[in-house]
């Protein structure tokens, strides 16, 4: 993995000297951001049931949250919510005391598609979230350092469809990173891809939210993956998807890599609270 030290700090981006806080992973940065999802409730047509109830929580600056649930619980649903992608029929999510009203680079999305354009290089697709933000003059300091964050400096000018589909995922990491969001929120990234090149990415991505203060959540319905990278772990029921368990992944770093006793309990613990929240019968 590179240097994630060397990642800038916001005064950087703006065109001012970079301060000796640069030097420090967590010093002058933006934190993270600070989610709270309150009395929230939605069904996508009037006469339909509920696909979500009453979701209240909440997530500190920083967190690394995974939302686990069976297929069809409500996950996609509530992530879009976080991001401002769709809007919920009741309830509100407040990000950093601001009710959401609509996508923001603050908050960006990953998909389980890396969704590049194969045309373009890898370094100009990492470009695009700048382009689109209106931040053209942040591209040629920014993009070198965010493709060295995610270990594709060396493949820059390579065409994207060159590329094998994790580092095509790597690509879209660093886009939805360059402009320097507060929270990522990602919708099962990694399942297409070889459970090598998955464990690869768990690791650094976790390791890169946590060097950069990032708030990071992840949808899933790996149990491992979410032992692997969170730091707590919301438990889903569905019909109406609703937070049956929220536990805390108590493990080091050494032990998140999945061969200690440490891990194998809280794997168990996990699963079993997936199962009983997969079994309880839809209301
Ligand atoms: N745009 C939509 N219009 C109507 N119903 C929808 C829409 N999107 C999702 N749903 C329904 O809402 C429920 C929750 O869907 P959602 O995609 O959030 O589940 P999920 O937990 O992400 O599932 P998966 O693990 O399969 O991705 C499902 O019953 C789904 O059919
Ligand atoms: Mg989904």
Redesign the pocket.
């Known amino acids: 993995m590179a240097v994630i030290q060397a990642f800038p700090t916001q005064a950087s981006a703006t065109g001012a000297t970079a301060s000796p806080a640069a030097a420090h992973p967590h010093r002058g940065r933006p934190m993270g951001a600070h989610v709270a999802v309150k009395a929230l409730s939605h069904a996508?047509?009037r006469h339909?049931g509920l696909?979500?109830e009453n979701m209240d929580f909440e997530i500190a600056p920083g967190e690394i949250v995974a939302?686990l649930?069976?297929?069809?619980?409500?996950?996609?649903?509530?992530?879009?919510m976080l991001a401002g992608l769709?809007h919920p029929s009741a309830g509100e999510v407040v990000i950093n005391g601001n009710t959401v009203r609509e996508p923001s680079p603050k908050w960006v999305m990953m998909f389980q598609a890396p969704s590049l354009f194969p045309w373009l290089t890898v370094a100009q697709n990492a470009a695009l979230g700048l382009k689109f933000t209106r931040r053209p003059k942040e591209i040629a300091t920014r993009i070198p350092e965010i493709l060295d964050l995610v270990d594709l400096g060396a493949f820059a000018d390579r065409n994207a469809q060159e590329l094998s589909g994790g580092q095509q995922q790597r690509v879209a990491l660093a886009r939805s990173l360059a402009p320097r969001p507060e929270m990522l929120l990602l919708?099962?990234p990694f399942s297409a891809l070889d459970a090598f090149t998955r464990r690869a990415l768990q690791k650094d991505v976790r390791a890169i939210a946590r060097d950069l203060g990032l708030t990071l959540v992840l949808?899933t319905?790996d149990v491992p993956e979410a032992v692997r990278m969170a730091d707590r772990v919301l438990v889903?029921k569905?019909?109406p998807?609703r937070v049956a368990e929220d536990i805390r992944i108590e493990l080091s770093e050494d032990d998140r890599a999945g061969a200690s006793d440490a891990f194998q309990r809280e794997l168990d613990r996990l699963m079993a609270a997936y199962g009983a929240a997969a079994e309880t019968p839809d209301t």
Not at 69 to 80: E, F, V, W
């Open positions: 996508y047509r339909d696909v979500l939302l649930g069976r297929s069809g619980c409500g996950k996609s649903t509530l992530l879009h769709s919708d099962e949808v319905h889903l569905a019909n998807g």
